[in-house]
Structures are given as structure tokens and as C-alpha cells.
């Protein structure tokens, strides 16, 4: 089974899972560069995966599905491209070989979902579209801190070893961030300095994984005495964890 990231516009990845001959593809905002690997590959699509509706992510769900007759699947909760699959979380199905469990996550959209497959080889695969970034989260578009916290809380529950596959890379920018927050963090110096080797040279740094995310991402570490106390350098009125995260949130929005 094969994972690959196809990038798009500045910075998204398309995010396509095959067996050889069927595939699947995650948040397909453009249509030609996902046709140009299933030409290439020689493989039919079978199924389409929608985390939310931001058009970068569904842009090209409609011309896909008239294509390839893929079947669609996205968030019950929120306005994509018709006919799909409504799902929320706690639900679960099967495409292209994958077992599918589908995740809650609102925060950067309202009824945004994540699809995990617990069962993928040789280690997990979650698709978390514009929720949990390397090194970062997504922007606060539609809900509160109080619920993405808790909707990361969800993901960063999840095996050390699943795969996580973002829809965009910010890697590079988000590790600058994490950098001020911790700049004593060794794991994350040491990511920063892998990360900045992949991009010279072209590459992608995702996947990442969840044990990586849990030790690095500042968001995942809202908890620990360090982020906060350096949070509170900035806001000394951020005192609970969500006031943390929330002022954590605010002070990347204004970084530069
Ligand atoms: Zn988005
Ligand atoms: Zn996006």
C-alpha cells in the first residue's frame, strides 16, 4: 500500500492512498494534479475523503466524482459538494482497503472531521485536514479554543506511531513558533533541523507522526509547566489550560 503526498497550489498536499489499483484521495481542492498521479500510476479512484469546506480542500470534488464515479464522503455538519456520504464522528467505513473511523474535530471549522484508520500498514494514518499541523494547529475560523483544544486532545490521544497526514506545509513556519515558545526543547531543535533539511532539498516533512507531534507541538503541549509559563510571558492573564491555548493561539496569529 502506498501513501503519497500531491502538492497543490502554494502549499496544500492531496493526500492519495492506493493498493496498486484502487485508490482514494483526501480534500481534493484542484483536479489536475490528482488525474496527472492516477494516469501515471495507472489507478481508478474509488473514494473521496472531505475534512471541511474550505474550497481548498473540495475544489475539485465535483469534477473528480463526475470522472472517475468515486464515491464522496465529508462532514455531515457542513456544506460540500453534493451527492457524499454525510459522517460524524464515531462512525466507521470501509474504502479502498482502509478501515475508516471518523473523528470529531471542530475548531478551525465548525463540523470539521477527521478520518483515522487504525489498521493501515505499516503504521496508523490519520487525515486531519486543517486541524493539527506539524508544529502547529489550524486557525480558529468557526470555533472556539475551548473545542479544538479538546479536538486535538482527541488526536493527540491516538497511537505514537499513526502517520499524520496535514493538508498543508507550514512545518517550517510552525517550528519557528514552537521555537520561541520552547527555544530549551531538544526534540524540537532537532525536528527544526531535520525539517529545514527536507525542504532544502525539495521535500516533503510529512508525514509526521503523533509520538513526534506530542514531544514538538506546542498546541499538544498546553498542559505542560514550560508552554504555559512562557505563554504567560506574553498574557499573565492566560491561567487555565484553555486560557493558555487560547493565548497561545492568539500570539502565533500575531507572529511574524
Ligand atoms: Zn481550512
Ligand atoms: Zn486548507
Same mark, same amino acid.
Given at each position: ?25 483526501? +480534500?481534493? $481542492?484542484?483536479? &489536475? ?9 495507472? #489507478?481508478?479512484?474509488?473514494? %473521496? ?10 475544489? $475539485?470534488?465535483? /469534477? ?13 455538519? /457542513?456544506? %460540500?459538494?453534493?451527492?457524499? %456520504? ?7 467505513? +470501509? ?7 471518523? %473523528? ?12 483515522f484508520?487504525a489498521a493501515a500498514?505499516?503504521d496508523p494514518l490519520l ?8 508544529? $502547529?494547529?489550524?486557525?480558529?475560523? &468557526? ?8 479536538? #486535538?486532545?482527541?488526536l493527540a490521544a491516538l497511537p505514537g506511531s499513526t502517520r ?17 515558545? /520552547? ?10 533541523? +531535520?525539517?529545514?533539511?527536507?525542504? &532544502? ?8 507522526n503523533i509520538e ?10 498546553? $498542559? ?33
Amino acid at each position: 500500500m502506498n501513501l503519497i503526498p500531491i502538492p497543490a497550489f502554494d502549499d496544500n498536499y492531496l493526500w492519495l492512498w492506493h493498493d496498486g489499483q484502487q485508490a482514494l484521495v483526501v +480534500d481534493p $481542492g484542484a483536479v &489536475e494534479p490528482v488525474t496527472q498521479v492516477l494516469q501515471q500510476l495507472g #489507478l481508478k479512484l474509488s473514494a %473521496i475523503l472531505v475534512t471541511h469546506h474550505h474550497a481548498d480542500h473540495t475544489g $475539485g470534488v465535483d /469534477e473528480l466524482r463526475r470522472q472517475t464515479g468515486a464515491v464522496v464522503y465529508g462532514p455531515v455538519a /457542513e456544506d %460540500i459538494p453534493a451527492p457524499y %456520504i454525510g459522517c460524524q464522528g464515531g462512525q466507521s467505513f +470501509d474504502a479502498c482497503g482502509l478501515s475508516l473511523d471518523v %473523528i470529531d474535530v471542530p475548531g478551525h471549522t465548525a463540523g470539521h472531521i477527521a478520518y483515522f484508520a487504525a489498521a493501515a500498514q505499516p503504521d496508523p494514518l490519520l487525515f486531519c485536514g486543517d486541524t493539527l499541523f506539524s508544529g $502547529g494547529c489550524g486557525r480558529l475560523f &468557526e470555533g472556539t479554543p475551548a473545542q479544538m483544544l479538546d479536538s #486535538l486532545s482527541r488526536l493527540a490521544a491516538l497511537p505514537g506511531s499513526t502517520r499524520v497526514c496535514c493538508a498543508h506545509e507550514y512545518t517550517l513556519s510552525n517550528l519557528r513558533f514552537a521555537l520561541a515558545v /520552547e527555544p530549551d526543547n531538544l526534540d524540537l531543535q532537532r525536528h527544526h533541523a +531535520d525539517c529545514l533539511r527536507l525542504r &532544502e532539498q525539495g521535500l516533503p516533512t510529512l508525514p509526521s507522526n503523533i509520538e513526534v507531534e506530542r514531544r514538538i507541538n506546542p498546541f499538544l503541549r498546553s $498542559g505542560l509547566p514550560a508552554v504555559a509559563q512562557s505563554v504567560r510571558r506574553q498574557n499573565p492573564d492566560a491561567q487555565t489550560q484553555v486560557e493558555v491555548f487560547a493565548a497561545l493561539r492568539h500570539w502565533k496569529n500575531n507572529f511574524r
